[in-house]
Each structure stands twice: as structure tokens, then as C-alpha cells.
């Protein structure tokens, strides 16, 4: 797999080094005349719509990705309890939510939305704007073993200044692809600045890369920079 050190910068078991993230996300493709007016359905309905604390939900815009990537905003929706994740995903139902749907169909040309989880991190608690996903595919169970605990080694070796870490998608996938590597920027110098700082860095870096190379395809990378969080 051919790609640049540059790295993290837009989502089986258990892992020692932190507990999982369960998400669900929505893409969705507006034209730029009508972003305005979608964030403010988005804003209405989701600052007052009641979710359980362990529920986060961000706002997001995709600025940077590849050509056949149509979504240009999304809303993702995580927690670290798979019942409260489903249980706010169950809760969007009703008059509110129907009149909310019925205005974004007005506006959004197309939506999407798959789910999974986090399979080992760096268990960062920041909450940093830009967030960038790269997503891989054809990964089997095996190579994935193998792939998760190289990425252990290059958390413990290498420092993250925020949250990084390594999933599968469950649902709502296509093209095969099934694990992503997912980080955090505070800013966009520091997105631009990712990668190994020292040799150590380096090394470790290397030493992930090369069992990667050999266990998955890449497939596609997209930046998506917070809008709002709920």
C-alpha cells in the first residue's frame, strides 16, 4: 500500500489500551448554497432533541477528500455504551423528528450512514475540531489481529498530541472496506505538522507501516472540521 508517512489527521474486542467507541455516522451532500440552512435544521433539531450523557453528537463539515467522495457534511453520533448509542439512534422518531426530516429532504441531495466501533486507541479524552479517517479495506479477521496490536506498539512508542486510534465498520459499508485509522488535530497547522517528530518516532511508525503494507488495501481519506458539538 503506497502512502505517505503523513498520517492521522477524519472511525472485534476488547483492548488493554482503552475502551471501545461505538459510533453511528450520517453523510450527507448539500450544495454550498444550502449549508447555511442545513446546519440550522441540524442546529434546531439536535440542541433540543433529549439524549443521555454518555451520547455525544458533533456537526461536522468534509472540506478535504477524494474525488468520489460526495458527502460534504456529517453528523456523527458516539458513546462508549453500545445500549445508549442505540438507544438515541431508537429515540429519533415522532412529530419533531418527521418535520426535521421532511425540511433536510428539501435540501440534502444525498445521505448515507454506517456504524461500528473503535478496536483500540490511545483513550485520549481531548476534543479537538479536525478529525481525519483513513479507511482501508479487504481486511480479514486474521491480518486484523495482526494489525491491532502493531498499532498498540505505535501508541505506546510514538506521542499523539490527541485522540488516534484504530476500528472496524459493522454496518453500512461498501467497496469491502471494513477498518479505518482515525485522529484528531487541534488546528490545521498541527494536521498539516502530523507524523513521526524523532527517530524513535520514526522507528515506530516503520515498524506499523510495514505490517500494514501487508495485511490492507487503502482505499480512501476524507478531513471533516466540527461545526458544532451537541
Not at 118 to 141: C, F, H, M, R
Not at 174 to 182: A, K, M, R, S, W
Amino acid at each position: 500500500m503506497k502512502k505517505s508517512i503523513l498520517l492521522f489527521s477524519l472511525l472485534l474486542s476488547s483492548s488493554a489500551f482503552s475502551q471501545n467507541i461505538f459510533w453511528y455516522d450520517v453523510f450527507l451532500e448539500v450544495d454550498s448554497k444550502n449549508a447555511l440552512t442545513v446546519a440550522g435544521l441540524i442546529d434546531g433539531f439536535y440542541s433540543n432533541h433529549p439524549k443521555a450523557s454518555d451520547v455525544t453528537v458533533e456537526f461536522s463539515s468534509i472540506p478535504l477528500k477524494g474525488a468520489n467522495e460526495k458527502a460534504t457534511h456529517i453528523i456523527s453520533i458516539t458513546s462508549k455504551s453500545s445500549k445508549s448509542l442505540a438507544d438515541f439512534r431508537n429515540s429519533l422518531k415522532g412529530d419533531n423528528w418527521d418535520l426535521y426530516i421532511s425540511k433536510m429532504s428539501n435540501y440534502v441531495k444525498s445521505s448515507r450512514a454506517a456504524a461500528g466501533r473503535d478496536l483500540i486507541s490511545n483513550d485520549s479524552e481531548t476534543q479537538y475540531p479536525i478529525g481525519q479517517a483513513w479507511v482501508l479495506k479487504d481486511v480479514k479477521n486474521l491480518e486484523l489481529n495482526s494489525m491491532v496490536q502493531a498499532f498498540g506498539k505505535l501508541i505506546k512508542s510514538a506521542k499523539f498530541d490527541g485522540f488516534v486510534g484504530m476500528g472496524q465498520i459493522a454496518h453500512g459499508t461498501d467497496n469491502g472496506e471494513n477498518v479505518y485509522i482515525y485522529g484528531t488535530y487541534s488546528d490545521l497547522n498541527a494536521a498539516f505538522n502530523s507524523g513521526p517528530q524523532s527517530k524513535k518516532d520514526a522507528e515506530a511508525f516503520a515498524e506499523f507501516f510495514s505490517v500494514l503494507d501487508k495485511s490492507a488495501e487503502y482505499s480512501k481519506s476524507f478531513t471533516r472540521v466540527l461545526v458544532k458539538r451537541y
